[in-house]
């Protein structure tokens, strides 16, 4: 059953945009915890027009670390040293990224082209929703990820350019990667910033937060093998997968999603742990 509520209207920008959404994704997602009763009370009232399912995250209460590990489905080993944080993932991450992991297996297993993944915390920006269409629409056939909104690494909403000092810290891990006194290989390096695309679109660096973005079926077969057993945390996978080459990916300008006041992002390779999905 979808969740495509019809107790009140959307502005005249969200109207349209997911208009345009529901024509152009086969399946919306929505990831929340089936506890959450306000946010996803919230999720119904932003998202009226939008036709959408809620994907039960995987609850922290409910996961049993070592067991995950014995059985195989859990091996954060396997990530490389730039990704990883300092302490071991916290149930609520894990949680977290179970929940995406599901999403992706959906995906295959349903051979669905285009899938648009939301948080029950992602907060719609309607000044900017009009440009959605047009920003999906420079989308090159060979896209396989999309950042409909996308963080900064202190939890702001992403910027559209990098700062001069972000440009300056990335040529000394490109100097330096070759030596290997940094923690960036060179082309994880050069990757790190946004490129220029097109007129809403750049091509996507290390982006945090998996509060809004959009996959294809081949994105999302490589975003299941590279989660299989689960390693990384969620926004830390698609990072992955983006400095290391491995995935054709974009971010949109402007940002059409962000997260609701008080929330955190998914923390980076160097971040303290914060709730997520999964961990409320």
Known sequence: MTDRAASARPGAAAGRAWAFLNGWADRVYVVSLARAADRRARMRRRLVGL????????????????????EGMFDESR????????AEMVLGHLGCSMSHRRIYEEIVRNGWRRTVVLEDDADPDEGA???LPEALAQLPATWELCYLGHLTKDGRVGRDAATPGERLRRAIYVALAPLR???W???EALRLLPRPFSANLGRAGRHFGTHAYAVTLEGARKLLAAQTPVAFNAD????????????DAYVTRPVFFGQEAGASPEPGADAPPHPRSGER
Request: no cysteine; glycine share 4%; charged share 40%.
């Open 79 to 86: 990530v490389p040293r730039a990704f990883r944080h300092r």
């Open 236 to 247: 830390q996978l698609l990072a992955y997968l983006v400095l290391r080459g491995r995935l």
């Open 129 to 131: 929703l009009d440009r």
């Open 181 to 183: 006194l940094v923690r």
């Open 51 to 70: 036709d959408f399912r809620f994907l039960d995250a995987t609850d922290k209460l409910e996961l049993d670390r070592e067991k995950l590990r014995a």
């Open 185 to 187: 290989r060179t082309g």
